[in-house]
């Protein structure tokens, strides 16, 4: 692997995307960028499934995606409880990309991410208007949109969209937001690509089981990499590049998106890897995504001046 070409191609995208967001969002139909529906969707991946969409390598597209209760949460604040065969967090797609094949890396870019005009979250419907959630008549939030849920299909077996792993899944990470890439290692040909579960605004943590919960389009790039960076998801923004890791038990979570960082600042600036433990114990941020699941989500951050050192 070329590091340099490696670094610059990853690091440069985020800058892009960030741009492109204020760009589009004063006419966002308006783009002719083609828009995949959310009436085709998936709850569970498998590595066999028929793909929904087929998109082209670098292709740009509009992915619209409901949310998380479609049909059981109304905006009139009716709340139903799921019953047999009721949908729950549906993903749009799947999404085959063109010239993805097993073992190679897969790059999401998140250029940009449009809200409903409402939502909810634990019992309460909340107006979205003019970029903020109204939270009550004293006090409107900032709307941060983020991706609760992205991720492709696994080797073998069945994946629910209702948990997070290595292939990603319903990660409710707040950095899965415009301006960041995702990065992930493809299982199958074409990858598989789904996502959902957007919020208009989550804390980490997800500490209610909820962000608020909302409709959503994002508009997003698909790029096949030199290789996987790693056998877990991989986030990387202007100024981070974050790691994560998911199990029942939140310490081994914990070690899992710690030791992939180690392994990453190594392996792209030549410091051995103890030395590289050492680095991302004095300058790394270990935060959590999310504790309510049975599979806790927790991510490793870096600066990403970080990735500029070369070992000497």
């Not at 991989?234 to 890791?245: A, F, K, P, W």
Request: with cysteine.
């Amino acid at each position: 692997m070329n590091r340099n070409r490696f670094l610059k191609n990853l690091i440069a995208v985020p800058a892009v995307a960030a741009g492109f967001a204020s760009a589009r969002a004063g006419n966002p139909e308006n783009t002719g960028v083609r828009r995949l529906k959310a009436d085709k969707f998936l709850t569970a991946w498998t590595p066999s499934m028929e793909p929904a969409y087929r998109v082209s390598p670098g292709e740009i597209v509009t992915i619209e995606m409901s949310h998380g209760m479609p049909g059981l949460v109304t905006r009139d604040g009716v709340f139903s409880e799921p019953g047999p065969g009721a949908i729950t967090n549906p993903l749009t797609g799947p999404v085959y990309i063109e010239g993805i094949g097993p073992g190679d890396g897969l790059a999401i870019d998140i250029l940009d991410i449009q809200t409903g005009d409402w939502g909810y979250c634990s019992g309460n419907i909340f107006e979205i208007r003019a970029g903020f959630v109204i939270f009550s008549n004293s006090l409107k939030l900032a709307v941060q949109p983020m991706i609760g849920c992205l991720g492709i299909a696994p080797e073998s077996g069945s994946t629910d969209t209702r948990a997070p792993g290595d292939t990603g899944g319903n990660m409710d990470c707040s950095e899965v937001r415009a301006g960041s890439t995702i990065l992930l290692k493809s299982r199958v040909p074409g990858a598989l690509a789904g996502m959902g579960d957007c919020h208009a605004l989550m804390g980490d943590g997800e500490i209610t089981g909820q962000g608020v919960e909302t409709d959503a389009a994002a508009t997003v790039r698909f790029r096949k990499t030199e290789g996987p960076l790693s056998e877990r998801p991989v986030i990387i923004r202007t100024d981070s590049y974050s790691t994560l890791g998911a199990h029942k038990d939140l310490e081994e979570a914990a070690w899992q998106a710690t030791d992939d960082m180690v392994r990453i600042v190594s392996r792209l600036t030549g410091i051995p890897e103890k030395k590289a433990r050492i680095l991302v114990g004095l300058v790394g941020r270990l935060k959590v995504n999310q504790i309510v699941d049975p599979t806790k989500g927790i991510r490793m951050e870096m600066p990403s001046w970080v990735f500029g050192i070369k070992q000497t």
